[in-house]
């Protein structure tokens, strides 16, 4: 395990998250910056070097073991299937490089969107987009991190309801490309239209209790 | 006395919608009554409630609706809990939910705290304004959204489908609650077709018919055993088809309220699977289809351990709200997704598809969309997509939660059917302890971290 996770909190003794060391303002523009330069970023030295400042943001931000597993799993997932298009395309040779180098952007091109969405509380981030934001944005953006693992979870049971009825879609299938049809016919169709509705339902619960009365909003003290 | 809510001759119909979904509807309700709207799922419960709150989308409108008071700059004429608390719960801690609606309110934060706390103590939630929301249980979850309207200071509350979330307990505590807001003179509009519970606190029952309208109802009878004859013995002498020997799974979503569990289902058997909201039914049975590695013991499905890929077609799974893993155009494409991907050929493939869509009397949708089926219909599209595979072993997950008793009573009778002819293993889990099957084998609850398992 990378030095840096070791230290890493599991929860804290109360059951309640560990509180972040940055400031919802400061941990916003980080991720904003460190993504932004995973994504322009050209050459392994300095992926090298973001992947010790994503290292340091991820602790400053108090992300536990759980969750740094979890996102774990879905990176290298990732990260196999993209270096695996990319021999597919190019060989061994002259895609093996290549490929590795996308995937390792990616990873921290998400990281701290990870960081920010697991670690900083959800209404700290919503105060601090209304910064430079229109709130019903900011809101809407802070709503669209918050209900995250909701819409994955949504979609991990379409997944494994189709996987069952025989869909083509479990990782080893779509070594296959014909089964890419079953992946976005089974599984993508019907989770967009979930995220849609979810979307519709979030939307009603926040009209209900008046939001959108007023062009501005006070803030809760807590 | 002046009626909080006055509808006369109301009809609407959804933008799109040739029909009306309500129609001509007469409704009066005073300060300190609680009215209950009783209809089949689909019937435009939900719409009424919508339409009261004022967040319908502008469709056709005829006749009036007329609220006595209407919303000042710090108080809501209407509050409006809605069926699903995870899509309602906005904000991470207590304080800052209840809170929520007195922000879009613009009432300065010096006020807040106050209020909050009070809404708090009225919806008989206590706990500290930063408890972590996402720690609450469902039954907190709920009062914490009636806390969160309260707050608002509504004339009316409206309640939609609170049965369909909260188990018999937390319906009788939700009654204690109602005649406290209705001594305190606020009127209560309830929406819900399972209103036994409720029906101490009730005034007058209302039933929406098929064709819109509103009649005079009456409280319901308890829903007749949808079993027909005697539950047949099951066999001592059959193998087992399910083995669970001191379970533990670690969840992505949370540890499951329980440890260590053991069981076995035999083939044929019937069981039913009773737990709070949240005490992990459905990473048991996520577990079961291999789709989570136990840490300790071991599950065997079909004398292996089980794994996704070996389990299509073998061991069908209908998940919560089903209605999200239908994709195709047409019902018969939906239906028969199951056997093009496990190789049936064409004859056989159609005789089954048709054979399943008569045995659930939606044969005559075959071509339609089933996207565009009414909520019922829909439920038994993805009922019948999973069993014309014709599984060895049915996992349901709470998958019926919501629909009326009619499609519940035609779903049970499509699962004893199965169960007898083709001696499909059944394991049913339901977060009402209210509404055990009566035409289970075994009946399974969860107490303390331990599986309590009896025979019927």
């Not at chain 1, 987009?129 to 049971?157: D, G, N």
């Not at chain 2, 959804?14 to 009215?35: I, M, Q, Y």
Request: aromatic share 8%; hydrophobic share 45%; glycine share 8%.
């Amino acid at each position: 395990m990378f030095p840096v996770f070791a230290k890493l909190p599991s929860s804290s003794a109360d059951g309640k998250a560990a509180s972040p060391l940055l400031s919802p303002g400061t941990a916003l523009t980080l991720c904003f910056v460190l993504s932004l330069a995973a994504v322009i970023a050209h050459s392994a030295s300095v992926l090298l070097f973001l992947s010790l400042a994503d290292g340091v943001f991820l602790y400053l931000c108090r992300i536990n073991r759980h969750s740094l597993w979890r996102a774990g799993k879905i990176f290298l997932w990732q990260s196999t299937l993209v270096t695996g298009l990319y021999l597919l395309r190019f060989g061994v040779a002259a895609g093996l490089g290549p490929g590795l180098l996308i995937s390792w952007k990616l990873v921290l091109a998400f990281t701290p969107g990870l960081a920010l969405a697991q670690g900083i509380p959800q209404n700290g981030i919503e105060k601090a987009m209304a910064r430079i934001l229109p709130q019903r944005m900011a809101f809407a953006l802070s709503m669209s991190i918050k209900f995250l693992p909701l819409l994955t979870r949504e979609i991990r049971a379409v997944y494994e309801a189709q996987v069952l009825r025989g869909a083509r879609i479990l990782p080893r299938d779509l070594w296959r490309w014909r089964n890419w049809s079953d992946f976005f016919h089974s599984l993508i169709a019907p989770s967009v239209v979930q995220a849609m509705l979810l979307a519709e339902n979030i939307a009603q619960a926040a009209r209900s209790r008046e939001f959108g009365r007023y062009p501005r909003r006070t803030i809760w003290p807590g | 006395m002046t009626p909080i809510l006055s509808l006369r001759g109301y009809s609407y119909a959804w933008p799109g919608a040739p029909s009306w979904t309500l129609r001509e509807v007469d409704l009066e309700v005073n300060p300190g009554e609680c009215h209950c709207l009783m209809g089949g799922t689909g019937s435009g419960k939900s719409t009424l409630a919508l339409a009261v709150k004022g967040l319908l989308p502008a469709g056709r409108q005829g006749g009036n609706l007329l609220l006595n008071r209407a919303g000042g700059e710090d108080s809501v004429a209407v509050g409006l809990v809605m069926q699903n608390p995870e899509t309602q719960l906005l904000a991470e801690t207590v304080g800052a939910e209840v809170a929520f609606g007195l922000e879009n309110l613009c009432r300065p934060p010096q006020e807040m705290t106050q209020r909050v706390t009070q809404a708090l103590a009225t919806a008989g939630l206590n706990l500290p304004l930063d408890h972590p929301t996402s720690r609450l249980s469902m039954g907190q979850k709920y009062r914490l959204l009636i806390a969160a309207h309260l707050v608002l200071g509504p004339a009316l509350l409206i309640f939609d489908e609170p049965g369909g979330q909260l188990d018999s307990p937390g319906l009788r505590c939700l009654s204690a609650l109602i005649a406290e807001l209705k001594e305190k003179g606020l009127a209560v509009l309830l929406c819900d077709h399972r209103s036994q519970e409720l029906a101490g606190v009730i005034d007058r029952f209302w039933q929406l018919t098929e064709a819109g309208g509103l009649a005079a109802g009456a409280m319901p009878l308890e829903p007749a055993p949808p079993l027909p004859g005697a539950l047949p013995p099951l066999p001592l002498s059959r193998k087992s088809l399910v083995e669970v020997t001191n379970l533990e799974v670690d969840a992505d979503d949370g540890a499951p309220a329980w440890a260590g569990i053991s069981f076995t289902l035999q083939e044929g058997e019937r069981a039913v699977l009773c737990a709070d909201n949240g005490a992990g039914k459905t990473t048991l049975l996520r577990c079961l289809a291999g789709f989570i590695a136990p840490r300790r013991g071991s599950v065997k499905i079909f004398g292996d351990s089980p794994k996704p890929e070996k389990l299509r077609g073998k061991l069908g799974f209908l998940v919560q709200n089903p209605l999200r893993q239908l994709f195709e155009t047409t019902v018969f494409d939906e239906v028969s997704f199951v056997l093009r991907r496990t190789g049936a050929a064409n004859a056989t493939l159609s005789a089954r598809v048709e054979r399943i869509l008569q045995l659930c009397d939606i044969a005559h949708l075959a071509r339609s969309s089933p996207h565009q089926l009414s909520y019922g219909q829909k439920h038994l599209v993805a009922l019948a997509a999973v069993l014309v595979a014709e599984p060895r072993l049915l996992l349901l997950d709470d998958p019926f939660a919501g629909l009326d008793g009619r499609y519940l009573s035609r779903v049970s009778q499509l699962l004893v059917n199965l169960n007898e002819e083709k001696g499909t293993t059944l394991l049913w889990t339901t977060h009402d302890r209210g509404s055990f099957p009566s035409w289970v084998h075994r009946r399974m609850t969860i107490e303390g971290r331990s599986l309590v398992s009896s025979f019927c």
